[in-house]
């Protein structure tokens, strides 16, 4: 009798339910009181305590030019993590998983901020058992990532003591064309080596685009229809109730095809449509990724005006409440240009 393969172990299904539990250290974030921690960082690291899988000793501490105490922070941050967590936060964990939340307040350029942020975290290592480890995470635009690379260079941040590691975290947008990706690029490899750095979509968090793997590779069932053969066209759509919201200078300097699709959207685009990954080393899905984005047909000439649409939205209605049209937006040109949807015809040849 012939033995069915798929009943054979299959190294990268069981990759997939591994579930290691990470090591302690300190997350420091630099734009601490953004949008993106508040909305999204916080409340994520708060799941995952819910979840079970924070690892003991793990500390946050926040870096901004605000004043603030580590108490005023720690308050901010519940009311923004009740509203938005996906997970009911519970009074009893919220009161220990945000004892481990700190203030650090500096200013970018200040180098003396730095040098003080080496000492508290020497300190928190002490109390917390956090093991010299840290992960800087930079929430801030990527203007500011040469500053704060080259402040903790300086300081001596970026080297990590024997036995314990220093990463960094960037976040997009990754600059506005090539040659800005490039140059940033660079400012990060003269700071921490490529093992140890870490271009980050969020996007990538969300339990659903985690699933996509676990679904296509590890399903008997959709495996082997996951293919030119049987599925006709995918429609990849990001649909969010959610406005400007005073984030008009931002969206100025990079509209919905740098907010959105050159990151969230292709990273999703990847995951439909890459071949089976050697193993889930990070390497090995970057590279399987990379040869999706290879094979994008590019979009020129006159199909340009056949395979996207931009549009701007006029004013109207969020989940029944009025909001402004983008061109009456604060701090928004009244004859702004700015696309703010964009739907794109993408055909893939492999």
């Avoid at 990590?160 to 960094?168: C, F, K």
């Avoid at 090539?178 to 750095?197: C, G, I, Q, R, Y």
């Avoid at 793997?213 to 030119?228: G, K, Q, S, T």
């Avoid at 292709?266 to 990379?290: F, N």
Wanted: charged content about 25%.
């Amino acid at each position: 009798m012939k033995t069915n393969d798929r009943n054979q172990p299959n190294p990268l299904r069981e990759g997939l339910a591994a579930r290691p539990m990470p090591q302690p250290c300190t997350v420091v974030i630099f734009g601490a009181s953004g949008d993106l921690t508040f909305r999204k960082l916080i409340p994520a690291l708060y799941n995952i305590a819910a979840d079970g899988d924070l690892p003991t000793g793990l500390t946050v501490v926040g870096f901004a030019r605000r004043e603030k105490t580590d108490e005023s922070f720690r308050a901010e941050l519940e009311t923004a993590a009740r509203k938005f967590s996906r997970q009911t936060v519970r009074d009893e964990l919220w009161s220990s998983f945000s004892k481990s939340i700190f203030y650090h307040q500096s200013e970018f350029h200040d180098a003396e901020g730095f040098r003080s942020l080496a000492r508290r975290l020497d300190e928190i290592d002490a109390e917390h058992g956090t093991r010299g480890n840290r992960l800087f995470y930079l929430a801030v635009a990527p203007g500011q990532f040469g500053l704060i690379l080259q402040q903790l260079k300086d300081a001596g941040l970026n080297k990590a003591r024997q036995g314990s590691w220093a990463r960094v975290v960037v976040e997009k947008p990754f600059g506005v064309d090539l040659p800005t990706a490039e140059a940033l690029n660079e400012e990060v490899s003269h700071t921490f080596p490529e093992k140890d750095t870490y271009r980050i979509d969020h996007f990538l968090g969300k339990e659903t685009a985690q699933n996509i793997m676990v679904l296509r590779f590890a399903n008997a069932i959709f495996e082997p229809l996951w293919n030119h053969r049987y599925i006709d066209n995918v429609q990849i759509t990001a649909s969010e109730a959610l406005g400007v919201e005073g984030r008009g200078p931002f969206y100025e300097a990079s509209g919905a095809l740098r907010d959105m699709v050159q990151n969230h959207l292709l990273q999703l685009l990847c995951l439909v449509a890459m071949e089976p990954p050697t193993d889930l080393t990070a390497d090995s899905v970057r590279d399987e990724k990379v040869k999706v984005i290879r094979s994008l047909r590019p979009i020129a000439g006159e199909d340009v005006a056949t395979h996207v649409v931009r549009g701007q939205y006029s004013a109207g209605a969020i989940n029944g409440k009025d909001v402004l049209g983008y061109r009456q937006e604060d701090r928004v040109s009244p004859e702004s240009e700015t696309e703010t949807y964009v739907a794109m015809k993408i055909l893939v040849d492999n």
